[in-house]
């Protein structure tokens, strides 16, 4: 074994390599591999049938190009859809990892180890297809939360995955959904009971290591009556010069009178400056508001990825429930973003915000889609909306895409939008103060997605902002 | 000792020309006021000095005194420019939605520190030092929270711009036009707060087509300005007899 390779040129620091022995299965994609994957995992039958009847509903789908996006066709038959560390012995606790994997998530400011665990969040760390663990696993222990890897839950908690697990997102929704369903191999499943205010922060970080592999993760998360838990994600991967798919599930469920807090910061590999390679982030992420008074928020801070498109959205089911939808999406050199959220309203007094800021700079394409749809059930529904784009030099695009549906005239919804572009006059006054170009640029982009950020847990909020300096220069000046 | 020469300067901005044959000279210690008609182009002229990137100088020279030797300003940029003590008090100050007034006048302070090789200020201390600067101006201390210069009114956003000036205590302060906008009481604490300011290793240069600004900061020199350079140079006496007269008399 040896060190961890930086192949990263300063300006993507996580793009390095872990060296280390994995198990794969071989390239391409029929009901042989998945059947090989369910058995590595050693999956009750009706994970095998569920995977099985998705993996054939999925053969009859197309792939979509609706989004404003352009790439090149992917090869499903060209991926592994499995890869994991190997391990030498059965492990026993974090401490008990690969050296070189600890080492890896060190470098990547999530350190595992118990004397240096960030304190107040509970981690769960998905190595390319697998969990390889999670911290703080007693204090949740102790307040009833069940927070462990979508692979023990369904060994250990069968009966609430079988209920929930396609619950929010079916396998007939959309291609990747299907394709997630078919091949997922890890990810994170979270419970909390009735009543209870999780204790400590929940958190799962992603890392994709092996090259021409996907990753599908699946989390799956119920909140139940009266619970709050507030969750957050990260991810990572090395620089690459061919392009990776992550086609991940996330399934929110929050019963009456619980919330659910959804934070994210994406930072995928981006491609480099010529637009080669890169992740392609094509992520299905929905949340139920199924109980009375239950109440779910997204926050995504989308800065990585060569192409991001998702939709994290809220089926409002319960009355007087509410969802929200907080991004900041920031494109630069060749990258893509198509995101935005539906809010689906089918209760009485629904009501959701949607808030979304969207910067482009360099060569690079960022658009807002949103879909805000109220049913005929829907009673006094709200919905506020404001999108706004920022552009940053002369090459860059900004698209926004609203569409609203209303089938209840009680409903009120306010929709706003605006587009700017950082002028001559803001920069010259900013750089007249002693800042210079790329301090000003990032102040001004900082202002602008202030409310925003502010909605993000702190220490994710502070990482937020330092990611987004970090990512204008190396983009503008 | 000369702080700034400005020698036979020409600029334009697009194809207009704006600067056509300027002289000017400006010693440590002095207060100039430059006065002239509505669209003579004094606004640009302060822009250029702050190198704003539109204009472009065509002919002449800008020396600028850093560290007891005379350097073409020209070549520095627009931020080099602020951080060696250059400073101009906008006639239009910019909104900066987001961004609070004390972290921005922060970043500002700590950058300039930063170049001279000083240790920067931390939150804390910074706050002690800006709310002394505050005190100077009149200023309530919830304006630091605000965002920077947004739904301020004509005259907070100029009593912001002199606000800036005290924290960076910069050897060079250009203020353009900062009583438009401004009462009498704020014309004053403006005034007032300018005077506490001078010191014999700065200097100031008032552009304004009003006489009453003076009457707060009395000016060592009044230039006439109009048609791209400067056509008179006097005492005060020649301001009160521009405000007698007008402009007229000049043609």
Same mark, same amino acid.
């Given at each position: ?12 620091k ?40 998705a ?20 090869d499903?038959?060209d991926l ?9 012995s059965?492990?026993k606790?974090?401490?008990?990892l ?9 470098r ?16 769960d ?11 703080h ?21 069968p ?17 990747y959904?299907a ?7 890890d ?19 992603f890392?994709i ?12 998360l119920i ?10 994600e990260?991810c ?20 009456d ?11 995928w ?20 508001c199924?109980?009375a ?26 009355d007087d ?12 050199d ?7 959220t ?7 007094r ?26 005929p ?7 506020y ?7 940053v030099?002369?090459n ?8 609203i ?7 009120t919804l ?9 002028s ?7 750089q ?5 170009k ?12 202030k409310?925003v ?25 | 000792?000369?702080?700034?020469e400005?020698?036979?300067?020409h ?5 207009? *020309? %704006?600067?056509?044959?300027? +002289? =000017?000279?400006?010693?440590?210690g002095?207060?100039? /006021?430059i006065?002239g008609?509505n &669209? !003579? ?12 990137p539109a ?7 800008v ?7 005379m350097k073409?300003?020209?070549?520095l940029?627009?931020d ?6 250059v ?7 910019? *909104? %900066?939605p987001?961004?609070? +007034? =004390? ?7 700590n /950058?300039?520190?930063k170049?001279? &090789? !000083? ?19 009149q ?6 929270d ?13 009593r912001?711009?002199?606000?800036q000036?005290?924290?960076?205590s ?13 009462d009498?009481?704020?014309l ?18 008032l552009?304004t087509?009003y006489q009453?600004?003076l009457?707060?900061?009395r ?5 006439i300005y109009a ?17 007698k007269?007008?402009y007229?008399?000049?043609?």
């Amino acid at each position: 074994m040896t060190d961890s390779k930086n192949l990263g040129q300063g300006d993507y620091k996580y793009g390095f390599v872990t060296d280390i022995e994995t198990e794969e299965v071989p390239k391409g994609l029929n009901e042989g591999i998945i059947r090989l994957i369910s058995q590595k995992k050693n999956e009750p039958e009706w994970m095998l049938d569920y995977r099985l009847k998705a993996f054939r509903h999925w053969q009859t789908m197309t792939e979509p190009h609706w989004a404003h996006v352009t790439y090149n066709k992917i090869d499903f038959q060209d991926l592994k859809y499995y890869s994991a560390p190997k391990n030498k012995s059965e492990k026993k606790s974090l401490e008990d990892l690969d050296p070189e994997l600890l080492k890896t998530f060190e470098r990547l400011g999530i350190p595992l180890t118990e004397q240096k665990r960030i304190s107040g969040v509970a981690v769960d760390v998905v190595f390319d297809s697998v969990s390889i663990g999670q911290t703080h696993t007693e204090v949740l222990e102790k307040a009833g939360v069940i927070f462990c890897s979508i692979s023990e839950a369904i060994q250990k908690h069968p009966d609430l995955v079988k209920k929930y697990l396609g619950s929010v997102v079916p396998i007939s929704d959309n291609f990747y959904a299907a394709l997630n369903a078919a091949v997922f191999t890890d990810g994170s499943f979270c419970y909390i009971p009735k009543g209870v205010r999780c204790p400590i922060d929940l958190s799962t970080y992603f890392r994709i290591n092996a090259s021409e592999t996907g990753q599908f993760e699946r989390t799956l998360l119920i909140a139940d009556e009266g619970s709050f838990v507030n969750y957050l994600e990260g991810c990572t991967a090395p620089q690459r010069d061919e392009n990776q798919l992550h086609a991940a599930v996330v399934e929110l469920i929050a019963m009456d009178h619980a919330e659910i807090k959804y934070s994210t910061v994406q930072n995928w590999y981006t491609g480099d400056k010529q637009g080669r390679g890169g992740i392609f982030n094509f992520v299905t992420k929905r949340g139920k508001c199924a109980g009375a008074h239950s109440k779910i928020s997204w926050t995504q801070v989308e800065a990585g990825s060569a192409i991001t498109w998702k939709y994290p959205s809220v089926i409002l089911l319960g009355d007087d429930s509410e969802g929200l939808f907080y991004s900041v999406a920031l494109t630069h050199d060749y990258m893509q973003a198509d995101t935005g959220t539906k809010m689906l309203h089918i209760g009485k007094r629904t009501k959701s915000t949607i808030l979304s800021k969207g910067i482009a700079t360099g060569n690079s394409k960022s658009s807002y889609r949103g879909l805000v749809k109220i049913m005929p059930s829907a009673e006094k529904a709200r919905n506020y909306s404001q999108c706004d784009s920022m552009l940053v030099g002369p090459n860059c695009q900004a698209n926004t895409f609203p569409y609203i549906e209303v089938k209840n005239k009680t409903a009120t919804l306010e929709h706003e939008a605006t587009t700017s572009r950082i002028s001559e006059d803001q920069l010259f006054y900013l750089q007249s103060r002693g800042l210079n170009k790329e301090e000003s640029i990032s102040l001004l982009v900082n202002g602008f997605c202030k409310e925003v950020f502010k909605e993000l847990p702190l220490e994710f909020s502070v990482e937020a902002v330092k990611l987004i300096e970090m990512k204008l220069e190396n983009s503008v000046g | 000792m000369t702080m700034l020469e400005i020698k036979n300067l020409h600029a334009k901005i697009e194809e207009k *020309e %704006v600067l056509k044959g300027l +002289n =000017f000279k400006v010693n440590a210690g002095e207060v100039h /006021a430059i006065m002239g008609p509505n &669209g !003579s182009g004094k606004s640009s002229f302060s822009k250029i000095i702050a190198g704003h990137p539109a204009y472009t100088v065509t002919a002449g020279e800008v020396l600028y005194e850093i560290n007891f030797k005379m350097k073409n300003l020209l070549e520095l940029s627009v931020d080099e420019r602020a951080k060696e003590g250059v400073f101009l008090a906008m006639q239009y100050p910019i *909104e %900066v939605p987001g961004v609070s +007034n =004390f972290h921005f006048l922060q970043m500002s302070y700590n /950058a300039v520190l930063k170049h001279h &090789g !000083s240790e920067e200020f931390s939150e804390n201390d910074f706050r002690i030092f800006v709310k002394e600067k505050m005190k100077l101006l009149q200023m309530r201390e919830d304006f630091l929270d605000r965002d920077v210069n947004v739904g301020f009114s004509g005259g907070e956003k100029k009593r912001n711009e002199i606000l800036q000036m005290a924290v960076l205590s910069p050897r060079l302060c250009i203020l353009d036009e900062t009583d438009s906008g401004l009462d009498i009481d704020s014309l004053k604490i403006v005034g007032e707060g300018v005077n506490k300011l001078r010191s014999k290793n700065n200097a100031i240069i008032l552009i304004t087509h009003y006489q009453r600004l003076l009457d707060f900061i009395r000016p060592d020199f009044v230039h006439i300005y109009a048609d791209g350079k400067i056509q008179q140079t006097g005492g005060p006496e020649l301001a009160l007899k521009l405000e007698k007269q007008g402009y007229d008399w000049l043609k």
